[in-house]
């Protein structure tokens, strides 16, 4: 589909119920210049629906985490599951999801690579060693390599690697003691370590 033809269909989808929403297949047709379209036209002025694999996601976290998945969507009541297109970079290429780093009354745990501290450096080549040589890493090396690529919160990763959540709290408590990691819970701290061009 052309990016003139897609750009007339979300137009209409947003005349039509006040939203656009992306298939999967659109999502993976979509390249940078594509996008780049989409939020010249659409950005800051339109609503989107989270991709099906992000609803699920968030399906998993209302059982998982009740009080996070409330603090996120409870006011939105219908609402639930819309978005700024701004968000829609979250969801092409390599998909890393919509950010949980604006909590108010749950702690954030949202990460950027500039939360790995001089020690977790130290630690990190340690880990690209390891992964040099196949070496089985643990889950807090796992965290810290990962980590060192992308920013990402917890929720996320767990669901993604199927991860224990509060065993990767207690990680990331043992991390933070250690000097190796810094946690922001407050989102107001988060705001300056917030790249969504990523």
């Not at 998945?69 to 978005?83: C, G, I, K, P, S």
């Not at 224990?164 to 819970?185: N, Q, R």
Request: charged content about 30%.
């Amino acid at each position: 589909m052309s990016i003139r033809k897609l750009l007339e269909e979300k137009e209409a989808q947003i005349t039509r119920q006040g939203y656009m929403e992306f298939s999967d297949e659109e999502l993976n047709s979509l390249n940078s210049i594509d996008l780049k379209h989409i939020l010249d036209v659409f950005q800051g002025h339109a609503l989107m629906k989270l991709p099906a694999s992000e609803i699920r996601f968030f399906e998993w976290l209302k059982e998982a985490d009740p009080a996070v998945w409330d603090d996120l969507w409870a006011d939105a009541e219908d609402e639930a599951y819309l978005v700024s297109v701004n968000f829609l970079s979250h969801f092409v290429g390599r998909n890393l999801g919509f950010p949980i780093c604006d909590l108010v009354e749950e702690p954030n745990y949202w990460f950027s690579p500039r939360h790995i501290k001089p020690k977790g450096r130290e630690e990190l080549d340690e880990i690209f060693l390891k992964v040099e040589h196949n070496t089985k890493l643990n889950l807090a090396e796992y965290f810290l390599y990962n980590l060192n690529h992308a920013s990402f919160d917890i929720w996320h990763f767990c669901y993604k690697h199927q991860i224990d959540l509060s065993t990767l709290k207690t990680i990331i408590e043992d991390l933070v003691f250690k000097g190796h990691l810094v946690h922001l819970t407050n989102r107001d701290d988060l705001v300056r370590y917030l790249d969504f061009d990523e």
